[in-house]
């Protein structure tokens, strides 16, 4: 078998998105955002422990040009994280939608948690899978919940 048939399957666009089933973007990765964290700036250095006057103004130049640069990536990695937990949410309420679950229920707040904490480390599939596993309970406290 070719490695052609191991390929990971391309992640949808937004509009492409629209068109498919809950659970093909789950496995298509939709639900990771696609975009990077830039490395985090290293911090400059004196290049010896009693500088020059010309080491110094490199030094000072470099500071300046760091800062720059460690405000980008920290503007980069807030937009990450924001894209991200948009992507999060969406997740969450289409896995409530296509398992049909209260999303606001306290004891569902409580199963999707355990549901990431066991699946996440091999993605948003895994969770989805360790949710379908964990419907059982749900529907079983919520027929409690009605015969009280």
């Known amino acids: 078998m070719s490695r052609q048939q191991y390929a990971t399957p391309t992640r949808p666009t937004e509009e492409e998105a629209e068109y498919l089933d809950f659970y093909t973007l789950v496995q298509r990765g939709y639900f990771r955002t696609p975009m990077t964290t830039p490395d985090k700036p290293a911090r400059p250095k004196l290049s010896s422990t009693t500088p020059t006057r010309d080491e110094m103004l490199a030094y000072e130049n470099a500071q300046g040009e760091y800062g720059e640069a460690y405000r980008a990536w920290e503007e980069a ?6 894209d991200q937990a948009r992507l999060d949410a969406l997740f ?8 049909g679950y209260d999303p606001d229920n306290e004891f569902a707040k409580a199963l999707v948690a ?3 904490d066991d699946g996440h480390y091999a993605g948003m599939s895994e969770v989805y899978g360790q949710m379908q596993g964990l419907m059982s309970l749900y529907e079983l406290h919520m027929k409690l919940m009605a015969a009280k």
């Open 77 to 82: 990695r807030t937009a990450v994280g924001a």
């Open 92 to 99: 969450y309420k289409g896995v409530a939608q296509d398992l």
């Open 114 to 116: 355990k549901a990431y």
